[in-house]
């Protein structure tokens, strides 16, 4: 089947770049993306085009600062997108996984700081495939919890627990097989409802308007990015991320997406303005600035019977500050500049 041949040629992608030396990752990402390629990477990287440029300024400098990096996948499904409120599919196939890049950061990228500590970078990354083409990647790493991981936060503490990111619980998530056609359009309509549905009900009278839950387990895994952490129960969830996030943002509304997808019993959506919204209220004590921003953002959930019960969550929060008025890369300087200037 497609799908399984399209799931075959990402991880055979990957494998190639885990195996090759800094200087090769050229000529790795020409042999499998295709010329026209474009790379929607995390700020301040942003938008990529061709094979060349994204072996450039992603993949070579992160293998140069970080020689023995390795990969570890929590997860591989694909399927054809549905990302529209309608149901409707646009026709393209995506490949979608996330998990570590782990190892020991000898040298810098993007000025942030070798360290002695062993690095787990927490990735998510949706690949679209045309006639056995990669032709695009939306990719996300979480820089915020890398900034915490060598002593340099540039947001608050987080609310929820930090670092905290495993694979599915009870359930393999690298999909290698055909799943059951029945349970993959069950997860994909969950997904469709939550999404456009639920979450878009939001009318700010309560969080109750959403109804979440009837999508989230009350002892759903929530594992949020740098900066916000994770959430154990559905309680947690409204309490330490969704309530403060309503108020700084009471507008956001789920858009078309880029990709929704599922395979058995997980669902991963991407959209690079994914949710739009406008920023009136403090958010993790940036001021509100009254202007509109567009989140890009990963997701990928597991569904057991009729809820989700765990929920993986990558935003692009450099660029989401960015768009609020502040640089948190300015700020990782800061602090470098602070402990730098602290006796030794």
């Not at 097989?177 to 997904?191: F, N, Y």
């Not at 309530?243 to 599922?262: M, N, Y």
């Amino acid at each position: 089947m497609q799908t399984q041949a399209n799931k075959d040629q990402v991880l055979a992608y990957w494998a190639a770049l885990d195996a090759a030396h800094a200087d090769d990752l050229g000529a790795v990402c020409a042999a499998h993306l295709a010329p026209e390629f474009t790379w929607n990477g995390p700020a301040p990287m942003s938008l990529q085009t061709g094979p060349t440029a994204v072996s450039k300024v992603f993949w070579q400098p992160l293998k140069q600062a970080i020689p023995d990096l390795k990969r570890e996948i929590h997860m591989v499904f694909a399927g054809a997108s549905s990302g529209r409120a309608d149901g409707g599919t646009d026709g393209e196939t995506w490949v979608c996984g996330t998990g570590y890049l782990s190892g020991h950061a000898q040298g810098q990228f993007l000025d942030i700081p070798a360290t002695d500590h062993p690095l787990r970078l927490r990735w998510g990354a949706f690949y679209k495939l045309r006639q056995g083409r990669i032709i695009e990647c939306q990719m996300i790493l979480d820089f915020v919890d890398w900034f915490d991981q060598i002593g340099l936060p540039v947001l608050p503490k987080s609310r929820g627990i930090a670092h905290v990111y495993p694979a599915p619980t009870g359930y393999d998530g690298v999909i290698r097989g055909p799943q059951d056609i029945s349970q993959t359009a069950e997860t994909l309509r969950m997904g469709r409802q939550f999404l456009h549905g639920g979450l878009n009900r939001y009318d700010a009278s309560g969080l109750s308007s959403m109804g979440m839950a009837d999508f989230f387990h009350p002892n759903v895994k929530w594992y949020g990015p740098g900066g916000i952490g994770a959430c154990f129960s559905l309680t947690e969830f409204e309490t330490l991320h969704q309530t403060p996030w309503l108020e700084a943002f009471p507008d956001r509304k789920v858009q078309t997406l880029d990709a929704l997808i599922a395979e058995g019993a997980l669902l991963g959506a991407a959209g690079v303005a994914g949710v739009c919204a406008t920023h009136s209220g403090a958010y993790l004590t940036t001021p509100a600035s009254g202007k509109p921003i567009a989140v890009s953002g990963l997701d990928f959930w597991l569904r057991q019977d009729d809820k989700f019960t765990e929920n993986w969550v990558f935003v692009d929060m450099v660029d989401l500050f960015a768009q609020m008025g502040e640089d948190l890369f300015a700020r990782l300087h800061q602090q470098i500049a602070t402990r730098s200037a602290r006796p030794q």
